[in-house]
């Protein structure tokens, strides 16, 4: 069993940068796939990035890429996003997850959320 708490998300202007972090808890952290997603006003929740539980391999949705960035710290149970050149596209509540599978395609686990909004 594995819960997630996010924080970090609020509000910023077009070109600016934020950090979202997601606190794990459970005994097998480290075993788990990682990752982010993300949902919109009136669009279905989509795939954002993902990391493996060893932190060797990444994965990011082609609209992020060179932007944001995805890490992991298997000591503390934290997984964080950050998020460079914001553009206002990128406004939606954002959702940690934790699933056994890579990829990311779905997840066994999911956080609260935290709302990022970006205006231009």
């Known amino acids: 069993q594995v819960q997630l708490v996010e924080s970090g998300g609020g509000s910023v202007q077009a070109g600016g940068s934020l950090r979202l972090s997601c606190a794990a808890s459970?005994?097998?952290?480290?075993?788990?796939?990682m990752g982010w997603f993300r949902q919109a006003p009136g669009k279905d929740r989509e795939f954002v990035a993902a990391?493996?539980?060893?932190?060797?391999?990444?994965d990011y949705v082609d609209s992020v890429k060179g932007r944001f960035t995805i890490y992991r710290d298997n000591d503390k149970k934290t997984v964080n996003l950050q998020m460079n050149s914001l553009k206002p596209e990128d406004t939606a509540v954002y959702y940690c997850a934790a699933d056994n599978r890579w990829p990311l395609i779905g997840s066994a686990y999911w956080g609260q959320g935290t709302q990022v909004t970006v205006s231009s």
């Open positions: 459970g005994r097998v952290f480290g075993a788990y796939t």
């Open positions: 990391i493996t539980w060893g932190g060797g391999s990444t």
